[in-house]
């Protein structure tokens, strides 16, 4: 499948047109005219398609300007942090507006550029592998499967890096707390798409000896030397149907104004006619509701409780295979090593690769050094634990954890919830409130239990790790009271 050329690749060279010798004035008001005319296509859902690489040209040209590692702003309410690949989360106030993660506001994490599939009727995925009957299935044949709509929250297994980092560098994107969404996932079950090849359900291990499901994505990366990002689950697993794993093509039933192509194409197309007048060409695509490019366009896995990583976007093919997956991002990637571990010592096939995340809990309705005003204030944020497991409290201590008190839980408004998996949805978060009295400056913290009685460690240096992964302590936000913000 055809996919987005890094901007990177290319290089510019100088204008040579006389045409493009323009008064400052004219220059001034096109730039402005094309700011706001790309503002107006991402707004109004109008989706582009680049025939010319301009604008990726002009982005790699930028790349002296910025430190892509370590600068970060806001573009279409999302924190973007300026490193190719594309990576964003929103502001960690976003995630407490609704109970379901709305897409424009869902965390994007990716490891190569964005793939374009350019006739969702032309394209097809494989299964292939230890099994009788491989075969090719397009997405008219995962369509006729039944649909199921399963509420679940991905968090990417770097998620509040940067609190970990301050306890002691660490490798990877510097996420705050807010690589993390819930959404209301939309396609057909793995196990009945499975069965389309002659594997039924609640099998462990099929007639050639296949254990794994290893999902094989368009996307390709430097990781695996260009090769593409892959991952697997035991197949036990991915047919068991109450594992809900998906092969997903809706989220939330919604489609995104905003993806990274889209900022790609503002950045690039404002920019273009200080170098060459280069053709952008635009098509308006199906309306459907299936996902956008930033989410997996048009078809991922889905693998509720587990950690982001292992919900492969862009499915070119499924292989069943008799070990889990060699690649980089299973054995070299995503995994948990103890504070002594360093990059002279390190070894990484001593430890597996990350599946279920643990308890985690944070607060989003505060940041570090908010002033507010003294009295009641509400403290709010998420909860959520992996491999199905439902949030038993949440406790919120107003004096750095001295003294503890219970905060109530919710999935939906108005309904009282019930960590079990009948009346929630176990695959899913909750939010929290609390009203508390603040009187004083004051360190905030949060804690959650989980129906296992799993519990987040009290501080961050006792599972410091040198890939800055799974860092689920205690959240803590200092406050100022005063009458002012700073």
């Known amino acids: 499948m055809p996919g987005l050329t890094a901007p990177s690749d290319y290089a510019l060279e100088p204008p040579r047109h006389p045409a493009l010798q323009i008064n400052a004035k004219v220059f001034l008001f096109i730039y402005f005219i094309l700011f706001l005319f790309f503002l107006f296509i991402a707004f109004f859902n109008i989706n582009f398609r680049i025939s010319s690489v301009c604008c990726m040209k002009y982005l790699s040209n930028l790349s002296f300007l910025i430190e892509y590692s370590c600068v970060n702003f806001i573009f279409g309410g999302l924190v973007l942090w300026m490193q190719q690949p594309f990576n964003a989360e929103p502001p960690r106030s976003a995630l407490i507006s609704s109970y379901v993660t709305p897409v424009d506001f869902f965390y994007k994490r990716n490891h190569g550029p964005i793939p374009i599939v350019e006739d969702v009727e032309k394209y097809y995925f494989s299964i292939t592998g230890l099994i009788e009957n491989p075969k090719d299935l397009f997405m008219k044949d995962i369509m006729m499967l039944p649909k199921y709509n399963v509420t679940a929250t991905l968090q990417c297994a770097g998620n509040r890096r940067t609190a970990m980092s301050k306890s002691k560098t ?30 039924p359900k609640q099998t462990s291990v099929t007639k050639s000896g296949g254990k794994h499901v290893e999902f094989v994505s368009i996307d390709k990366c430097k990781e695996e030397n260009g090769g593409p990002y892959k991952a697997s689950i035991p197949l036990s697993q991915a047919t068991d149907p109450e594992a809900d794993v998906l092969l997903a093509y809706e989220m939330n039933g919604e489609v995104s104004k905003f993806d990274s192509l889209w900022f790609y194409t503002c950045l690039g197309g404002i920019f273009c ?7 952008i060409s635009s098509t308006l695509l199906s309306c459907q509701k299936l996902l956008n490019r930033d989410h997996g366009y048009p078809l991922r ?4 409780g587990v950690i982001g990583a292992r919900s492969v976007k862009w499915l070119e093919a499924i292989n069943i295979i008799a070990e889990e997956c060699q690649g980089f991002f ?7 090593f103890p504070p002594s571990v360093n990059w002279d010592n390190i070894n990484w096939t001593t430890r597996r690769p990350l599946m279920d995340f643990p308890v985690q809990c944070v607060i989003c309705s505060l940041e570090d050094m908010n002033v507010i005003k ?20 949440v406790d919120v201590s107003i004096d750095g954890g001295k003294n503890w008190v219970e905060a109530s839980r919710y999935q939906k408004m108005g309904v009282p919830y019930v ?11 909750v939010l929290f409130e609390v009203m508390v009295d603040i009187p004083q400056s004051t360190q905030i913290v949060a804690k959650a239990v989980d129906t296992a009685a799993n519990v987040q460690p009290e501080n961050v240096e006792t599972i410091w790790n040198l890939r800055g992964v799974l860092n689920t302590s205690w959240h803590r936000v200092s406050v100022r009271v005063g009458h002012s913000n700073i």
Do not use: C, F, H
């Not at 299973?330 to 948990?336: A, H, L, N, R, V």
């Open 273 to 279: 006619l200080t170098t060459q007048a280069y053709l």
């Open 419 to 429: 960590a079990d998996d009948i009346s929630s949805d176990k695959w899913a978060w």
């Open 374 to 393: 003294p009295g009641k204030v509400k403290i709010s944020g998420y909860a959520v634990s992996g491999g199905g497991r439902g949030i038993e409290r």
């Open 170 to 199: 660490v490798k990877g994107v510097g996420w705050d707390v807010s690589a993390v969404g819930n959404a209301v996932w939309g396609g057909a079950k793995l196990a009945d798409v499975l069965e389309l090849v002659g594997i």
């Open 301 to 304: 896995g889905i693998v509720p």
């Open 330 to 336: 299973m054995q070299k990637d995503y995994k948990m």
